[in-house]
């Protein structure tokens, strides 16, 4: 098994290697004139692998090891990316109600591109804005878990 140093240096690299993901993503949304349907779904499949990136090593490596160095910095470090995916989730109560509004336009089997997702429901701006506020707090947090974890990083397994 390889030793502790060489893991951590690759759970530090895959989720900063989650970062270009985010932020192409946040890009696509702040960039559309018009949110429709194809340009959400071309969001979802860029952040999709960022997610991937940072799930990964926080659930097969970070977690399980959280209770054997747990400290000041290293429970910091867990409420902010704790804080990370409760924000997540919260986008996602406004993302499932978007997909339920375009579910109940008939926009799955008659896909139409040019459908602003405004139009879809009377109720869609409210939705918009928990997953933007979601989407905003995740990635507040996130970078903010990750700036902690770089510096454990660096002090942990670098300066040592």
Do not use: C
């Not at 530090?12 to 702040?30: D, E, N, Q």
């Amino acid at each position: 098994m390889a030793d502790e140093t060489t893991l951590a240096t690759l759970a530090a690299v895959t989720v900063t290697a989650s970062l270009p993901f985010y932020l192409y993503g946040a890009w696509i949304m702040i960039d559309a004139e018009t949110v429709s349907w194809e340009v959400l779904v071309y969001h979802l499949k860029i952040i999709f692998p960022g997610l991937v990136l940072n799930t990964v090593p926080v659930v097969t490596w970070m977690l399980p090891r959280l209770l054997d160095q747990l400290n000041g910095l290293s429970a910091l470090h867990a409420i902010m990316g704790l804080q990370a995916y409760a924000m997540l989730v919260f986008a996602f109560t406004g993302i499932v109600r978007i997909f339920q509004a375009k579910w109940e336009a008939d926009l799955y089997r008659n896909p139409d591109p040019d459908v602003s997702l405004d139009d879809l429901h009377e109720n869609m701006s409210a939705w918009r804005g928990r997953l933007r506020v979601g989407v905003f707090g995740y990635v507040v947090f996130w970078f903010l878990a990750w700036i902690l974890g770089i510096y454990r990083y660096v002090t942990g397994y670098l300066l040592v």
